[in-house]
């Protein structure tokens, strides 16, 4: 692989630049892709855009750059950010403050705006094959913003699928947040909702998934999944609560989204449930009303205070078994059921030892 050292004036930067949304972000007279499918969103906030632009005014030293050779083109590997901040400058996006008052690009004077036109950059140009290419964007990627899991694999299963995906899951106003923005953490731009997406979609098995369907003309699969799951949800639990924000309701979709459910009777016991002190985690209440899985609820558990109470009572002695165990080998346990109604108190604690609570458990 070779990689080469050049300076690249802002005003061979910016000539032809073109941001088309879907089809592409293009600048230094066309041949250079600023946005790849590997790159991120544009992330920057305003004060972060900012300061590149007092950076380059003020002739400070700007991070280089990397840039791969793709034929008689360039792609962009790292330096996204900093190169879409000084085009949409120079091309009248956006004012910064300067002596007190906003000004862009148009406002400043002849001086000033050769100044920022000729400013250089450094960028490390690479030409080498396409797997040599992505092992060196995995490393200088390394010193900045971490990538996630989603945008590495981005990275690698590069193609028509997932140009059409990262359509529907990758925007900040993407049709996934705007009806999924209530159920699903993350922020798409970082691809979150992609792959939370295609993690319920795949049992967990992403690559595989991207790695099958990368030349696929389209990801409507996907999308209607995603709706799908999300239209479910609505019908089934008409009554938002905040709790709903994060459930993994793809695997829920999956094994109950074909059975037939009275709502009236889960909105009943979901209030219930809503107001029970003992479950500690509400959000798996979704799980259990479904499921009727405890585990999904993580029951408030009993003190130590309530614990050395009840071991006191029995004399130590495990009340299954009948042996005598140490304190710190014995666990508590409802003797009325949390299902049945028992609480998490003082006086319906009991002391099991290790293998009985064990068994009890697995039952």
Not at 102 to 115: G, M, V
Not at 326 to 335: P, T
């Amino acid at each position: 692989m070779k990689i080469d050292l050049r300076k690249v004036k802002v005003s061979d930067l910016v000539a032809g630049y073109e941001d088309r949304g879907e089809e592409g972000v293009r600048g230094y007279d066309k041949q250079l892709n600023i946005r790849p499918a590997y790159q991120r969103e544009f992330i920057y906030k305003e004060k972060q855009r900012n300061a590149v632009i007092e950076t380059v005014r003020k002739n400070f030293p700007l991070n280089t750059m990397y840039w791969a050779v793709v034929g008689d083109d360039f792609e962009l590997m790292d330096g996204q950010q900093r190169t879409i901040s000084i085009c949409q400058y120079v091309h009248g996006d956006y004012a910064v403050e300067i002596e007190g008052s906003p000004r862009f690009f148009t406002n400043l004077t002849a001086e000033r705006k050769q100044q920022i036109l000729d400013y250089e950059l450094s960028v490390y140009v690479c030409d080498g094959a396409d797997g040599e290419k992505l092992d060196w964007f995995k490393i200088i990627n390394i010193a900045g913003e971490k990538l996630t899991d989603q945008e590495l694999r981005n990275a690698i299963y590069t193609g028509p699928w997932l140009a059409d995906a990262k359509r529907w899951f990758s925007k900040g106003g993407a049709p996934a947040a705007a009806i999924g923005s209530k159920l699903v953490n993350g922020a798409p731009i970082r691809q979150e909702y992609l792959e939370t997406a295609l993690d319920w979609l795949s049992n967990g098995a992403i690559d595989h998934y991207m790695a099958e369907h990368q030349d696929d003309q389209n990801a409507n699969e996907l999308w209607t999944y995603f709706q799908n799951i999300i239209n479910w949800v609505n019908l089934t639990f008409p009554t938002y609560r905040k709790e709903m924000k994060g459930v993994a309701w793809g695997p829920l979709y999956n094994k109950y989204g074909q059975k037939k459910q009275d709502t009236g009777k889960l909105e009943a016991e979901i209030s219930r449930l809503m107001q029970d002190e003992d479950v500690s985690k509400k959000s798996g209440i979704y799980d259990y009303v479904l499921s009727g899985s405890e585990r999904a609820l993580s029951i408030r558990a009993f003190t130590d205070n309530m614990k050395r109470e009840a071991y006191e009572r029995q004399k130590g002695l495990c009340v299954v078994c009948g042996k005598h165990f140490a304190l710190e080998g014995m666990h508590g346990d409802h003797i009325t059921p949390w299902s049945k109604s028992g609480k998490t108190d003082a006086k319906n604690c009991q002391m099991l030892c290790a293998e009985d609570n064990r068994r009890k458990s697995a039952v």
